[in-house]
C-alpha cells in the first residue's frame, strides 16, 4: 500500500520562508515523478510544482519563490518556499505518479497517490 505523508506546514507571517517535506512509502520512491499542488479556500486545486528524476515545473505564481528537491535515499520530495505571501494560503498536497516525464507535462497530467495534506497559512 502507497503512502503519502505531508509535513512542514504551519502560521507564518508574509516574506517568511517554511519548508515541506513529503515522504512516501510503499513504492519505490525513485522511480515516481513527485509534485506539489495547493487548495485555498473556495477555489479549486491548483499545481504548484513537481519533478521527475531531476527536473522541476513549476507554476508561474510561484516560480522565482518556491524550490523543489527530492532525495531518493530518504524517500522524500521538499518544497522550499521563500518570499510567502496571503495568497500563498491553502492545503498543500504532495501526490506521486510511477515513471519519470517530460516537465512539460507534469502540470496537468494525473497523479495516482496523494496525501492527505499540510496547511499553510500566512497572516499577519
Known amino acids: 500500500q502507497v503512502q503519502v505523508v505531508e509535513s512542514g506546514g504551519g502560521l507564518v507571517q508574509p516574506g517568511d520562508s517554511l519548508r515541506l517535506s513529503c515522504v512516501v512509502s510503499?513504492?519505490?520512491?525513485?522511480?515516481?515523478?513527485m509534485a506539489w499542488f495547493r487548495q485555498a479556500p473556495g477555489k479549486e486545486r491548483e499545481f504548484v510544482a513537481a519533478?521527475?528524476?531531476?527536473?522541476?515545473a513549476y507554476a508561474n505564481s510561484v516560480k522565482g519563490r518556491f524550490t523543489i528537491s527530492r532525495d531518493n535515499a530518504k524517500n522524500s520530495v521538499f518544497l522550499e518556499m521563500n518570499s510567502l505571501t496571503f495568497k500563498d494560503t491553502a492545503m498543500y498536497y504532495c501526490?506521486?505518479?510511477?515513471?519519470?516525464?517530460?516537465?512539460?507535462?507534469?502540470?496537468?497530467?494525473?497523479?495516482?497517490?496523494w496525501g492527505q495534506g499540510t496547511q499553510v497559512t500566512v497572516s499577519s
Open positions: 501526490a506521486a505518479r510511477e515513471g519519470h516525464y517530460p516537465t512539460d507535462m507534469l502540470s496537468y497530467m494525473p497523479y495516482d497517490y
Open positions: 519533478i521527475n528524476w531531476s527536473n522541476p
Open positions: 510503499g513504492r519505490r520512491f525513485d522511480l515516481q515523478t
